[in-house]
């Protein structure tokens, strides 16, 4: 069964710092990953994706992620940080469960504050 | 393009009511849907996911139920809603690995 576990449920970050999230997961095939952003009361929104080739994957709003399968992590990165950043962030794992079926397991999120 | 309705947007119910929670898609057929509930400090949860019409798949046994009486339409129901229920409802659709979310029904069983 899969499974995602992000460190830190809360990262606080001054505007212009450095954007760490940090996301390890566990599967028993190769997986296809994902980082989603949510803001108060909104659906999530996909930041970015990794399904094959390229291990650095480009989001949106100047996010980052690099799938290290000997590490078993896919870690968010941004250089700087942006009040805008501001919201829930989740990582996610998907495995071919039958058929067409791809079945999403999230991590718990972490809460990202970035401070003026 | 693709598109994801979920209404309402907000919920007040009192406990033992009934709820209907729907959501629909545009612009895709066959697509998988999904139902997913938010509890406050506890992730996303996958309550139901379903893979065509009539076909319901329940990951967690609880007071609710879905059904899908067309191919993109996805509805979440219950007979008799308890405190537990209140929580953030997110409806999503997928074709392949990657999923989109409807923006969310927030409800609140007082």
């Known amino acids: 069964a899969q499974s995602v576990t992000q460190l830190g449920s809360h990262v606080s970050v001054s505007e212009g710092a450095l954007v760490l999230l940090r996301c390890n997961y566990s599967s028993s095939v190769p997986p296809y990953l994902f980082w989603y952003v949510q803001y108060p009361n909104q659906g999530l929104q996909l930041l970015l994706k990794?399904?094959?080739?390229?291990?650095l994957v480009k989001g949106i709003n100047g996010f980052e992620a690099e799938f290290k399968k000997s590490e078993t992590s896919f870690h968010l990165t941004k250089p700087s940080a942006h009040m805008s950043d501001a919201a829930e962030y989740f990582c996610a794992v998907s495995e071919r469960s039958g058929g067409s079926n791809y079945k999403l397991t999230f991590g718990k999120g972490t809460l990202l504050t970035v401070n003026p | 393009s693709q598109t994801i309705h979920q209404w309402p947007a907000t919920l007040v119910q009192p406990v033992g009511s009934p709820l209907s929670l729907e959501c629909t898609v545009e612009g895709t057929s066959n697509p998988n849907l999904y139902w997913y509930r938010q509890a406050a400090g506890r992730g996303l949860q996958l309550l139901f996911y379903?893979?065509?019409?009539?076909?319901i798949s329940s990951e967690v046994p609880q007071n609710l139920s879905a059904s899908r009486p067309q191919d993109r339409q996805f509805i979440l129901s219950s007979k008799k809603l308890l405190l537990s229920d209140s929580g953030f409802y997110l409806c999503?659709?997928?074709?392949?690995?990657?999923?989109?979310f409807g923006s969310g029904t927030r409800l609140t069983v007082v």
């Open positions: 379903s893979v065509g019409i009539g076909q």
């Open positions: 990794y399904t094959t080739g390229a291990t």
């Open positions: 999503a659709w997928s074709l392949a690995a990657g999923y989109t």
